[in-house]
Structures are given as structure tokens and as C-alpha cells.
């Protein structure tokens, strides 16, 4: 059944362009006809508005968690808000990289963002933020996450790593043997896994189980970098979380030293440690963690900090849109495409900072904001 095209969509839109399509396809100028991408003129139909400026896919957000604050869930009203700062920031397709809300009911809402939901979180008990997971047992993880990855929309996600308080520092929260058969089993049900990982001792048994996605990533080596990109395996480097760490350091100084001094180091070496994930050749996808203590809307702050690092615009605008929207099998701006997309008065791939003032943003050939 083809996707219902809200009645505001209906008309046609002349983008004066330029519209960037992908990696090797920029076109000087598009139309949206009845809510879709063209790029021939329309014949016999009347041009109802002028959109001037660099036509962007619509930026992706990788790693959001709508419907969750610092409490745990929150009602369906708060989760919708959430979507739409999201929306109004630019970000009109969002994997949702676990919520404990459920959040199926955003799939009706024609006014919000995409959402490919990842289910809920999985972690062991006392094993990480109270009210945000779904807690198990080790020998539960293949049956939880085939469940799991059943209940969303392709995508699981696991908490790999969390502070051990016995141990003063942060370790795997499961064998690699079970890891093994539990990203098996969510791979048999159709799903991709991805996982929340802050530590070295976490990503041999992640890389060796068959993980699809790495989040944070800041305890990858030289090694596990070269191995992930032979291996195609991705890495949203999530840096507006990455700049907590010293607030984490802080708390645990006194009670875990050892868990404190770490965290210290990967902040210190955040920038070298997404400029080594490029240089290796991982792909970089744009993450903000939104959702917990990090408000929405903010793809354009997190963007900024990525090239803040030392990657290049481009490729930093290219990771945040048709990039994402490849590696998570939806269109971008093609022949035909839902018209999923920002308008921006100057280039973001020549300054970054123009992520944060879109002229026109228009979600399935609606302009929704600003």
C-alpha cells in the first residue's frame, strides 16, 4: 500500500537548488510534485511557492531516544514533543537507539519525524540507569533480544559495558559466548544490533559476535578501528555525550578512582579519537544521545562538534543525511522520494554552522518549519 500523502502536500514546490542528492549527484534545481522528488518540470501544473537555497536530504539522527527523560518514560505527549524539536532542528528521520516509552504510535503522526525504533534497552540489573532498561539475566539475552528485536522496527540495542561497582571501573556486562548467540538470535528475527560500548574489554567479543553498529566507541583501538572498517561496521561517536565524561569523573573521583581516571583519559583524547576512527576509514555517523539529559533538537550542535574534531564539513553533512539514510535503507532525495528535506540560505558543507538556521523544513512534502 503506498504511504498516505497528507492533503497540504498536494501541489508543486520549484527547489531553485542546488538540491545535493548523494556523494556524486548534486542537481542544479528539483521539483516536489504531490509530495515526491522530480527532477523534470512539471507539465501543466502551476508552480504554487519558490523554495531558494541548498536543498539537504532530510538530517538523520542515529542515536535518539524519544520518548525518554531523565526519569525513565514519559507519556505520549512529552515523547511527541520530543519528536518535533527534533523535526524543527532539521532531523526527519530518527533510529531510536532505545526507549523504554512505547513510541509505535509515531509511525501515524504524518507531522512528526521518520522513527525506526530499536525496542527497549537491554542491560543486567544494577548494570546501568535505573528505569531505562530492560534488565535480565546473562542467560536471557538471545531469548530478550529475538523479543526485542520482534517489538521494533530492525534494529536492537544492548548496553555492552557499564560501571562495575565491585570492580571500581567500567566491564563487559556479557560473555562472549552469549553475546555471540544473542545477536544470532535478533539476526535471525531480521534485526541489526547495535550497542552502547565506552570500553576497550567490551569490543573483541561486539566485533567477534557479528555487532552491525558501535556506539560512543571510545575505547577502540587502532586495531578495532581498521577492523570495523574492513568489516563495514559504523561508529556514532556521540561527542555532546562525550562532553559529560568530566561530570562522570567527578562523581565517581572519590568512591572509583580507577573508573574516574578513565573517563578522564577519554575525553581528554575525544577529538584524536574520532580523528583516528576517520582516518581508518570507519564510517561516521551523526549521533546526539537526545533523550535522558541531553535535550532534542541539537543534530546541528553535535554536527558541529564532529568537525570541531577535525572532519571536513562534507563529510560531516554527508554522515548526518544521505549517508545515514543508505546505511538505514531509506530513500534520500531520488526520483520519486517522499520530499524529506531542508532548505539552508548558504552551504553546510562549506560551514557547518549553517546546520543551525534552516530556511524551510518539509517533512513528506509539507513545510513544517520554522
Same mark, same amino acid.
Given at each position: 500500500?503506498?504511504?498516505?500523502v497528507?492533503?497540504?502536500?498536494?501541489?508543486?514546490?520549484?527547489?531553485?537548488?542546488?538540491?545535493?542528492?548523494?556523494?556524486d549527484?548534486?542537481r542544479?534545481?528539483?521539483?516536489?510534485?504531490?509530495?515526491?522528488?522530480?527532477?523534470?518540470?512539471?507539465?501543466?501544473?502551476?508552480?504554487?511557492?519558490?523554495?531558494?537555497?541548498?536543498?539537504?536530504?532530510?538530517l538523520?539522527?542515529?542515536?535518539?531516544? $524519544?520518548?525518554l527523560d531523565?526519569?525513565? @518514560?514519559?507519556?505520549? &505527549?512529552? /515523547?511527541?514533543?520530543? %519528536? =518535533?524539536?527534533?523535526?524543527?532542528?532539521?532531523?526527519l528521520?530518527?533510529?531510536?537507539?532505545?526507549?523504554?516509552?512505547d513510541?509505535?504510535?509515531?509511525?501515524g503522526?504524518?507531522?512528526?519525524?521518520r522513527l525506526?525504533?530499536?525496542?527497549?534497552?537491554?542491560?543486567?540489573?544494577?548494570?546501568?540507569?535505573r528505569?531505562?532498561?530492560?534488565?535480565?539475566?546473562?542467560?536471557d539475552?538471545?531469548?530478550?533480544?529475538?523479543?526485542?528485536a520482534?517489538?521494533?522496527?530492525?534494529?536492537?540495542?544492548?548496553?555492552?559495558?557499564?560501571?562495575?561497582?565491585?570492580?571500581?571501573?567500567?566491564?563487559?556486562l556479557?560473555?562472549?559466548k $552469549?553475546?555471540?548467540?544473542?545477536?544470532? @538470535?535478533?539476526?535471525? &528475527?531480521? /534485526?541489526?544490533?547495535? %550497542? =552502547?560500548?565506552?570500553?576497550?574489554?567490551?569490543?573483541?567479543?561486539?566485533?567477534?559476535?557479528?555487532?552491525?553498529?558501535?556506539?560512543?566507541?571510545?575505547?577502540?583501538?587502532?586495531?578495532?578501528?581498521?577492523?570495523?572498517?574492513?568489516?563495514?561496521i559504523?561508529?556514532?561517536?556521540?561527542?555532546l555525550?562525550?562532553?559529560n565524561?568530566?561530570?562522570?569523573?567527578?562523581?565517581?573521583?572519590?568512591?572509583?578512582?580507577?573508573?574516574?581516571?578513565?573517563?578522564?583519559?577519554?575525553?581528554?583524547?575525544?577529538?584524536e579519537?574520532?580523528?583516528?576512527?576517520?582516518?581508518?576509514?570507519?564510517?561516521?555517523l551523526?549521533?546526539t544521545?537526545?533523550?535522558?539529559?541531553?535535550?532534542?533538537?541539537?543534530?546541528?550542535?553535535?554536527a558541529?562538534?564532529?568537525?570541531d574534531?577535525?572532519?571536513?564539513?562534507?563529510?560531516?553533512?554527508?554522515?548526518?543525511?544521505?549517508?545515514?539514510?543508505a546505511?538505514?535503507g531509506?530513500?534520500?532525495?531520488?526520483?520519486?522520494?517522499?520530499?524529506?528535506?531542508?532548505?539552508?540560505?548558504?552551504?553546510?558543507?562549506?560551514?557547518?554552522?549553517?546546520?543551525r538556521?534552516?530556511?524551510?523544513?518539509?517533512?513528506?512534502?509539507?513545510?513544517?518549519?520554522?
Amino acid at each position: 500500500m503506498a504511504p498516505v500523502v497528507p492533503d497540504a502536500a498536494l501541489g508543486v514546490t520549484h527547489l531553485t537548488g542546488p538540491v545535493l542528492v548523494g556523494d556524486d549527484e548534486v542537481r542544479d534545481e528539483g521539483w516536489v510534485v504531490d509530495g515526491r522528488m522530480t527532477y523534470a518540470p512539471p507539465v501543466d501544473r502551476p508552480v504554487d511557492a519558490v523554495l531558494d537555497g541548498v536543498v539537504v536530504p532530510g538530517l538523520v539522527d542515529v542515536h535518539c531516544h $524519544v520518548g525518554l527523560d531523565s526519569g525513565g @518514560a514519559v507519556d505520549r &505527549e512529552l /515523547a511527541l514533543k520530543q %519528536a =518535533h524539536q527534533d523535526r524543527d532542528a532539521g532531523t526527519l528521520l530518527i533510529r531510536d537507539a532505545g526507549s523504554p516509552t512505547d513510541t509505535e504510535f509515531v509511525h501515524g503522526v504524518l507531522d512528526a519525524p521518520r522513527l525506526i525504533r530499536a525496542g527497549r534497552f537491554i542491560a543486567r540489573p544494577k548494570r546501568y540507569l535505573r528505569h531505562y532498561a530492560r534488565e535480565i539475566e546473562v542467560d536471557d539475552l538471545p531469548r530478550v533480544m529475538a523479543e526485542e528485536a520482534r517489538k521494533g522496527d530492525g534494529w536492537v540495542k544492548i548496553i555492552a559495558d557499564w560501571i562495575d561497582r565491585d570492580a571500581g571501573d567500567l566491564t563487559p556486562l556479557w560473555p562472549a559466548k $552469549v553475546l555471540k548467540q544473542g545477536i544470532r @538470535a535478533a539476526h535471525d &528475527e531480521g /534485526a541489526r544490533v547495535t %550497542a =552502547h560500548t565506552f570500553a576497550t574489554e567490551s569490543l573483541d567479543a561486539l566485533i567477534d559476535g557479528g555487532i552491525d553498529c558501535l556506539e560512543h566507541g571510545t575505547g577502540m583501538t587502532q586495531e578495532h578501528m581498521e577492523t570495523a572498517a574492513e568489516l563495514g561496521i559504523p561508529v556514532v561517536p556521540t561527542l555532546l555525550q562525550v562532553e559529560n565524561f568530566p561530570g562522570f569523573a567527578a562523581q565517581g573521583a572519590e568512591r572509583f578512582p580507577v573508573y574516574s581516571a578513565r573517563m578522564s583519559r577519554m575525553y581528554a583524547r575525544r577529538k584524536e579519537q574520532v580523528q583516528a576512527l576517520h582516518a581508518a576509514g570507519v564510517q561516521l555517523l551523526v549521533g546526539t544521545d537526545a533523550g535522558g539529559t541531553i535535550g532534542h533538537g541539537v543534530l546541528p550542535d553535535e554536527a558541529a562538534l564532529i568537525v570541531d574534531a577535525g572532519i571536513p564539513a562534507a563529510d560531516v553533512v554527508a554522515a548526518a543525511s544521505w549517508r545515514a539514510r543508505a546505511f538505514l535503507g531509506v530513500p534520500s532525495l531520488g526520483e520519486g522520494a517522499s520530499a524529506d528535506l531542508v532548505v539552508y540560505p548558504t552551504d553546510p558543507r562549506i560551514d557547518i554552522a549553517a546546520l543551525r538556521s534552516p530556511a524551510h523544513v518539509m517533512l513528506r512534502g509539507v513545510r513544517v518549519a520554522p
